[in-house]
């Protein structure tokens, strides 16, 4: 039983594989934001989108029906980014050139940390048909670290395609 734990959880791991961290330059990229109305509340720091909402940066897309950005006060770029929707989806190229994707209908990126926490029917996909769903995905993008968890009504599914598919 542990030689299948073993396994399972090297499978695991080449889900998000060395070669799979996020494009580098993702970070030091400007975030743009479209949508149909926004409001500012300059005192909180914070902005909210509303109305197909789309949100680029550099390969990273973010959609939904409601983003908001809040910028905590100081002078580091700490942004953080909830986005809602029926679902939000998030996708990124990866430095090898493979595209992660992901969709939940509750999402946060907290940029500086480069970290993705997808909440609410969590699905990521990593190009190649790699597969994780659950109540809950953490995916720390820069380590490689992903945490999948369920509910009382649901449990974590994963599915892992064969070495010899993911390589074409």
């Given at each position: 039983?542990?030689?299948?734990?073993?396994?399972?959880?090297?499978?695991?791991?080449?889900?998000?594989?060395?070669?799979?961290?996020?494009?580098?330059?993702?970070?030091?990229?400007?975030i743009?934001?479209?949508?149909?109305?926004?409001?500012?509340?300059?005192?909180?720091?914070?902005?909210?989108?509303?109305?197909?909402?789309?949100?680029?940066?550099?390969?990273?897309?973010?959609?939904?029906d409601?983003?908001?950005?809040?910028?905590?006060?100081?002078?580091?770029?700490?942004?953080?980014?909830?986005?809602?929707?029926?679902?939000?989806?998030?996708?990124?190229?990866?430095?090898?050139?493979?595209?992660?994707?992901?969709?939940?209908?509750?999402?946060?990126?907290?940029?500086?940390?480069?970290?993705?926490?997808?909440?609410?029917?969590?699905?990521?996909?990593?190009?190649?048909?790699?597969?994780?769903?659950?109540?809950?995905?953490?995916?720390?993008?820069?380590?490689?670290?992903?945490?999948?968890?369920?509910?009382?009504?649901?449990?974590?599914?994963?599915?892992?395609q064969?070495?010899?598919?993911?390589?074409?």
């Amino acid at each position: 039983m542990n030689q299948l734990l073993n396994k399972i959880y090297a499978l695991l791991l080449n889900l998000v594989s060395n070669n799979a961290l996020a494009l580098s330059s993702d970070a030091e990229q400007p975030i743009y934001i479209d949508s149909d109305t926004q409001s500012l509340d300059m005192k909180a720091n914070t902005v909210i989108f509303t109305g197909n909402v789309y949100l680029r940066q550099g390969s990273i897309r973010l959609h939904a029906d409601k983003v908001i950005v809040t910028r905590p006060s100081g002078n580091e770029a700490r942004e953080i980014i909830d986005a809602y929707g029926n679902p939000a989806t998030f996708s990124q190229t990866l430095d090898d050139g493979k595209k992660i994707n992901g969709k939940a209908n509750d999402l946060q990126y907290e940029v500086a940390k480069n970290f993705l926490k997808m909440h609410n029917h969590a699905v990521l996909i990593q190009e190649g048909g790699n597969k994780v769903e659950g109540q809950l995905i953490t995916y720390q993008i820069d380590k490689q670290q992903l945490i999948a968890e369920s509910d009382l009504n649901t449990r974590v599914t994963t599915i892992l395609q064969p070495q010899i598919k993911q390589k074409n």
